[in-house]
């Protein structure tokens, strides 16, 4: 139907179709698609027992993992108190798991059409937040033979003007390594020499076995900037509950305006479930 100016819409009652935002339509997880399909049972002669999932990380799924009772009664201190039923704070940057914590690390560093350098194999999310926000994924290679140590070289080969930050997962998802400290220190080194700052995600802190002993990025270094993920998820079995955080770590005051930046992201949402925020000290 013509209009005044000579421009023309539907006629009323015809809707075309509306089209999801570009960020939207760059957004694809793998895992969370493969997780939304149905699981059927091997029907093949070679076996008839059901497949076990192995799609995503969460110690609860067939129930001989259970969240200690000390953890359980401090969040229901926390409702019982009738004192967290607000909003919670949001200036404090605690987000709705680690997950969200990537999110915000990664959109606070990076710009669309920068780039991110990220571990390959490596944990699937961190290139769909990157493809979705239109910055581009260098993946650096972890080495097989070297305990699934990064091939330092080619990380560095990767760098340029516009590469924004280096994401670090350690222990690894999904090659289970625990890095040791000269090879912190060498990825430190990478960091310092081209001046990007780093993401450590340590969602798996001191879960190692065997003897190893973990140790956080951060306490190797007091001139590369760093913002460590975390959260409840996995040393305390309850990925359900949502809690997450970033750790500043910054002696040199290189994130002077990140800080800012991560504050104003955190801004957005209020933050997750304020009761169980509140039961973290003695959850801890």
């Not at 093949?44 to 129930?63: A, E, W």
């Not at 967290?84 to 709705?96: E, K």
């Not at 990537?102 to 669309?112: H, P, Q, R």
């Not at 222990?171 to 310092?192: D, M, Q, T, W, Y």
């Amino acid at each position: 139907m013509p209009t005044a100016n000579g421009t023309s819409h539907a006629a009323p009652g015809a809707w075309a179709a509306i089209q999801p935002s570009d960020v939207a339509r760059r957004t694809f997880n793998p895992i969370r698609d493969v997780l939304g399909r149905p699981v059927e049972p091997l029907s093949t002669p070679r076996s008839s027992k059901d497949p076990i999932s192995l799609s995503i990380g969460d110690p609860t799924v067939f129930g001989n993992f259970k969240a200690h009772p000390a953890v359980v009664e401090a969040v229901q201190e926390a409702v019982r108190s009738y004192s967290f039923n607000g909003y919670p704070p949001s200036d404090v940057i605690m987000t709705s798991g680690c997950s969200g914590a990537v999110e915000m690390a990664i959109g606070v560093l990076c710009s669309a059409g920068q780039n991110i350098l990220l571990p390959r194999p490596g944990f699937c999310l961190y290139n769909t937040i990157a493809a979705s926000r239109s910055i581009e994924a260098r993946l650096y290679n972890l080495v097989a033979e070297r305990n699934w140590e990064a091939d330092i070289e080619h990380m560095e080969s990767l760098i340029d003007d516009n590469t924004a930050a280096i994401l670090i997962n350690n222990p690894s998802n999904p090659c289970g390594s625990n890095f040791s400290k000269s090879h912190l220190r060498a990825i430190l080194a990478v960091c310092e020499r081209h001046h990007i700052p780093l993401i450590s995600d340590e969602i798996y802190a001191d879960m190692v076995f065997g003897g190893q002993v973990f140790t956080p990025t951060a306490t190797l270094t007091t001139t590369v900037p760093i913002l460590t993920v975390g959260g409840l998820a996995k040393q305390w079995l309850i990925p359900g509950w949502r809690i997450g955080w970033i750790l500043i770590h910054d002696r040199g005051d290189a994130f002077a305006q990140v800080r800012g930046g991560l504050f104003a992201l955190s801004t957005l949402i209020n933050g997750p479930c304020a009761p169980i925020q509140a039961a973290i000290p003695k959850i801890f």
